[in-house]
Structure formats: structure tokens, C-alpha cells
């Protein structure tokens, strides 16, 4: 009897189909970011069952099965496979902590004898500390006898992940407090002593 349906089906041009057609099972792969602030994630859709092909529309406009160069952040994409089945998924990329510097800054108070310094603490796991970008110097977190300037202290993290701040190591010069009451610094009434100091002694000669 099914042999005689399908035979008939067939020469009627029917499109028979045994069995219960499957849904739409997203599957993603998902690469996080390499370091806090970069733009390096990715997202690979597999999705299986329904019937191929698959359309993907995303929440920010995009399609397409990859997504590449990605910041931080949740993404939702509507899968739509060839029998107009949907199905959507919600990918979130994740980020590292953030290296981060905190700085503690006492300026310089002497311009022929530096004193300025800087402790920097960080979660990072070394400190670079330099005037210049290209003239690092590894340091323990304190950088002392420092002069008045800009400084960039630089962090990295165990993922060779960077952070750098500006430091800036100002001149504040001390000052000497001097007590000027003991000098007249008003007008002065010339006197015939003042003049008589100031002719030139004249030697008496004997005849």
C-alpha cells in the first residue's frame, strides 16, 4: 500500500517526506578579547538541523555565519534556515580585568638637588617607568630623585597586556620668609656727612 501512495505521489508531482523535520540548534565558537581594550573577538556560528541553507541577521545590522574584530560585549543573532524556521542566540564576548596603575606623586621641591618621586602599584606583574617611550626602565614601583617633568609609567600583565599613565613631577621651589621690618627701604634725606664722604680726600702740603 505505501509503495502504490508513493508511485501515485510521485506521478502527481508531490513532495512526500517521512519523518519529523528537526529545529535549529545554534552553536557558536567564540573567541574572548586578548587584552582589555583591544578589538580582536570572534564569533563562529555552526548551527545544525532545520534545513540548510542558514541566513543570519545581527542586532547591530551585521550577517553572516563569522563575526571578526570584535570589542567587548553581548551579541544576538536571528538564525532563518531555508523552510523559514527561526531561531536566535545571544553570544557574549568577554574581556580580561584591566591592567590598571595607581600612582602615588611627590614633587620636587629643589632644582639643583632633586627630590621628586613616584610609587606605583598595579595588578599588572612588572612597572617600566621612563621620560621617553623608547627608554624604559624596569623598576620595583618607586622611582626616586626624580626632576620636575612628564613620566610615562607602563604595566604588563602575565598576557603581555599594557596599560601606561602620565605622571607629571612638578617643581614646587621652597620659599624663605625673611623679616625686611629691620630695613628702611623709604626715601633718604641726604646729609652733610653723606656729602662730605663722598669728596675725595685732599692731602695738605707743607710749604
Known amino acids: 500500500m505505501k509503495t502504490i501512495i508513493l508511485s501515485i505521489g510521485i506521478c502527481m508531482g508531490y513532495a512526500i517526506s517521512y519523518g519529523q523535520q528537526t529545529e535549529i540548534r545554534p552553536n557558536a565558537e567564540i573567541k574572548h578579547l586578548t587584552c582589555f581594550n583591544t578589538h580582536d573577538g570572534e564569533i563562529h556560528l555552526r548551527p545544525q538541523g532545520g534545513t540548510e541553507p542558514y541566513t543570519v541577521q545581527w542586532n547591530d545590522g551585521a550577517q553572516g555565519l563569522v563575526r571578526t574584530n570584535l570589542e567587548a560585549?553581548?551579541?544576538?543573532?536571528?538564525?532563518?534556515?531555508?523552510?523559514?524556521?527561526?531561531r536566535e542566540i545571544e553570544v557574549k564576548v568577554d574581556a580580561p580585568e584591566e591592567v590598571k596603575i595607581n600612582l602615588d606623586i611627590k614633587h620636587s621641591d629643589s632644582w639643583y638637588s632633586p627630590n621628586g618621586s613616584i610609587v606605583a602599584t598595579t595588578n599588572g606583574q612588572e612597572i617600566w617607568i621612563?621620560?621617553?617611550?623608547?627608554?624604559?626602565?624596569?623598576i620595583d614601583g618607586n622611582a626616586d630623585k626624580l626632576s620636575e617633568g612628564i613620566y610615562i609609567v607602563s604595566s604588563i600583565d602575565e598576557n603581555n597586556c599594557m596599560n601606561q599613565v602620565i605622571a607629571n613631577v612638578e617643581l614646587h621651589q621652597r620659599t624663605i620668609d625673611v623679616d625686611l621690618s629691620q630695613f628702611n627701604n623709604g626715601?633718604?634725606?641726604?646729609?652733610?656727612?653723606?656729602?662730605?664722604?663722598?669728596?675725595?680726600?685732599?692731602?695738605?702740603?707743607?710749604?
Do not use: C, F, M
Open 130 to 138: 621612563s621620560k621617553q617611550l623608547n627608554q624604559l626602565q624596569k
Open 73 to 86: 560585549g553581548k551579541y544576538v543573532a536571528t538564525i532563518q534556515d531555508a523552510s523559514a524556521n527561526i
Open 187 to 207: 626715601p633718604r634725606t641726604r646729609t652733610s656727612a653723606d656729602a662730605s664722604r663722598s669728596k675725595p680726600a685732599i692731602a695738605a702740603v707743607e710749604k
